[in-house]
């Protein structure tokens, strides 16, 4: 399949709408990663997104929505009052909601769970490709299964070149990472996975917020996943990364000799870190991860790929705080490394 790369234009914004219409894959930028969608209301074009990336079956998809209105065909109940107050404040934005589903939402969206998870996207690519397909869009990230989420188009490019027709190019992503999700089906919200609209955030629009214990830690053995998302080595790059925490002296002082270890053995090493935190490592080489948690969140899946450009195979990173953002950041570079961190 020859796969098409264009900027987001009325006329590529038809082509694109045509082709959800009739159950093709479209990949397309959003404000938190780029998705790749199809038609959420067709079964067999949904199907083909797990092919094409790659995608275990038990991993679900995000439905995603361009007006209020055509949230309600999806769930099975009203939205409760925290629902709509989260809605109110943060929709549209990066924010997805879990509701009870209805039947007209094809079990391979949801990974045949009970619940469906539905976006209203920010981004107005991204809103006028659901109004040309004329149809919700079921989209997870548009990488290959297990591999950083895409921020550029290029990113996409490099993952499913000759796997689908379109991608619509609308330039890097803000966020930089995947939406927060969060489960409004009890009786206080509670987030599975943290992202852009923070923890903080929620709780201040809802009045509370529950943080998912799975969030900063590996599932158990034979623990059974509430989202499949949580079990799975996820947005790693292709060399061994690890996560150094703690003092900043000690961090740097530990992953200076991490590095000239690994160099000394014969390996391709990497460090990760915080703007003001290069200059410590003397001449070893290391790209920054940005100057905060925010700049760190639009940074982090573009620089794994650029470790992988550059043949890195020994990866060692900063841990930054869990304040904010950057409870998302460590969420996705904890799970990136495989839980692969050490306490200095
Ligand atoms: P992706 O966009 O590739 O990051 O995939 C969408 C993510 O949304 C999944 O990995 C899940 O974490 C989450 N998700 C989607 N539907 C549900 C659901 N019904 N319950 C819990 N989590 C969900
Ligand atoms: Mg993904």
């Given at each position: ?5 264009l ?14 219409r ?15 969608g ?7 074009a949904v ?8 995608r275990?079956?038990?991993?679900p ?38 509701f009870?589903?209805s ?30 397909a004329g ?8 990488n ?38 969060i ?30 214990e ?7 053995d ?27 002296e ?19 090493p ?11 490592y ?38 930054v705080?869990?304040?904010?953002v ?19």
């Amino acid at each position: 399949m020859q796969t098409q790369l264009l900027p987001v234009t009325a006329e590529s914004l038809a082509l694109a709408g045509g082709l959800i219409r009739a159950g093709e894959l479209v990949a397309f930028p959003t404000e938190t990663v780029y998705g790749l969608g199809a038609n959420a209301l067709d079964e067999a074009a949904v199907k083909r997104i797990f092919e094409a990336k790659g995608r275990p079956g038990d991993n679900p998809l995000i439905a995603h929505i361009s007006a209020i209105d055509q949230l309600y065909p999806l769930i099975a109940a009203e939205p409760g009052e925290a629902a709509r107050k989260l809605m109110a404040a943060y929709w549209p934005g990066p924010m997805t909601l879990i509701f009870p589903k209805s039947p007209a939402v094809p079990a391979a969206v949801t990974a045949g769970l009970s619940t469906v998870a539905v976006r209203f996207p920010a981004h107005p690519a991204a809103r006028a490709l659901i109004d040309a397909a004329g149809v919700p869009i079921a989209a997870p990230s548009a990488n290959r299964s297990g591999r950083p989420s895409p921020t550029t188009a290029a990113h996409v490019l490099a993952d499913m070149d000759g796997r689908i027709p379109l991608i619509l190019d609308g330039g890097p992503c803000e966020v930089g990472l995947e939406s927060t999700v969060i489960d409004v089906t009890g009786s206080e919200p509670r987030i599975l996975r943290p992202g852009g609209v923070t923890r903080e955030m929620i709780a201040a629009a809802a009045g509370s917020a529950g943080v998912d214990e799975a969030v900063l830690r590996p599932l158990k053995d034979g623990e059974r996943p509430r989202s499949p998302g949580m079990k799975y080595r996820h947005y790693a790059p292709k060399g061994s990364l690890t996560i150094v925490q703690g003092a900043p002296e000690a961090v740097t002082a530990r992953i200076s000799a991490m590095y000239d270890e690994a160099q000394a053995a014969g390996r391709s090493p990497l460090i990760l870190a915080l703007e003001g935190h290069l200059p410590a490592y003397g001449g070893r080489r290391a790209l920054s991860l940005g100057a905060d948690a925010a700049g760190m969140a639009r940074a982090l899946f573009n620089r794994l790929r650029e470790a992988d450009d550059l043949g890195a195979d020994a990866i060692f990173s900063e841990a930054v705080s869990t304040d904010g953002v950057g409870l998302a950041v460590m969420n996705r570079l904890d799970r990136a490394a495989a839980f692969h961190i050490i306490e200095v």
